[in-house]
């Protein structure tokens, strides 16, 4: 096998054009060296490729056979080359994330309607589901990047802190008359609460946040929607733990009430996970930098 590929590109420009000296243009290279690599093809096929004449060159039956495979290679790469740079510029390429419901609706989507109306050759690919699962997905490979709530504890992650959200507490009309007053998260127990499903990265929050406090939170309601929790709150069917901001619009309406603690809930991060060390694709890189304002480098 013929390690130098620069050979057969001599060989193919040679047939194509039929001319040593055209050959060596499309080459940027002079005519002495197009002959040389020539010969050198030759010496090492053992065969005589063209015949030269006045007015250029002709293949040989040898080379006509040798020209029809190498055709089709140099086809091969000049469709990856232009499917490359149809990637670079975001003609076509993909889109791969995951995120649970509540961040995708509250956090992401503005950002990926902008990004999808203004790349619409880009498919998206949009995985759901709780942090620890994201992080999962993001680790096999299923997903180039998931949107997580913070902390991450994991080495063969890289992780972007991005927006500051605040958790509470909050209920519907029912139990307003507790959001005249601070309670403890003793005092909190006694009520009926409504918490994300026991896998989700809020939920193991809460309680561990509970336990720090030597309070057990449990609770009497499970679900792994961020609209349910706020529904069930409304309807008056417990007191909800959700982010504040996603439940603004409802507080500002008298929907809900913030149920205020004594103990003061941390503030916690958004953060975009990825795999250490993998590059990332021009549609991922664009999609950071111009739409989530997260530099990647």
């Known amino acids: 096998m013929i390690a130098n590929l620069e050979l057969y590109r001599a ?12 050959a060596a243009e499309r080459l940027y290279i002079t005519q002495p060296s197009v002959s040389h690599a020539i010969k050198q093809l030759e010496t090492e096929l053992a065969v005589t490729l063209f015949y030269r004449g006045a007015k250029g060159v002709r293949l040989s039956e040898e080379g006509q056979l040798l020209f029809t495979q190498v055709e089709q290679a140099f086809q091969f790469i000049e469709s990856g080359e232009r499917q490359i740079a149809e990637f670079n510029n975001l003609t076509r390429g993909e889109l791969r994330l995951g ?7 509250y956090f992401l989507l503005p950002s990926l309607g902008r990004f999808c109306n203004d ?19 993001v680790k096999e490979g299923r997903i180039d990047f998931g949107i997580v709530r913070m902390p991450v504890e994991d080495s063969s992650l890289k992780v972007f802190e991005t927006i500051t959200v605040q958790d ?4 519907g009309p029912r139990y307003f008359p507790l959001a005249q007053q601070e309670l403890s998260l003793t005092e909190l127990t006694a009520y009926p609460l409504i918490l994300f499903s026991r896998n989700s ?10 336990q720090a406090h030597g ?3 449990e609770p009497e309601i499970e679900l792994a929607s961020v609209d349910l929790l706020i ?7 417990g007191i909800s733990f959700v982010t504040k901001q996603f439940v603004q619009a409802e507080l500002e309406a008298g929907k809900l009430a913030e149920i205020k603690l004594k103990e003061r809930i941390p503030e916690r991060k958004i953060g975009i996970a990825l795999l250490k060390n993998r590059r990332l ?11 989530l304002h997260v530099e990647t480098f």
Do not use: M
Not at 99 to 105: A, I, Q
């Open 215 to 217: 309070v057990a939170i």
């Open 119 to 137: 790349f619409p050759q880009i498919r998206l690919d949009l995985v759901h589901g709780t942090t620890p699962e994201i992080i999962q997905h």
């Open 231 to 237: 529904e069930f709150a409304k309807a008056g069917l």
């Open 11 to 22: 060989f193919y420009w040679t047939a194509k054009e039929q001319n040593l000296s055209r």
């Open 168 to 171: 509470c507490f909050v209920a």
């Open 281 to 291: 694709s021009a549609a991922t890189r664009t999609f950071f930098e111009q739409y």
């Open 201 to 210: 990265s809020s939920r193991r929050f809460i309680q561990d946040f509970g």
């Open 99 to 105: 995120s649970s419901d509540s961040l995708c609706k």
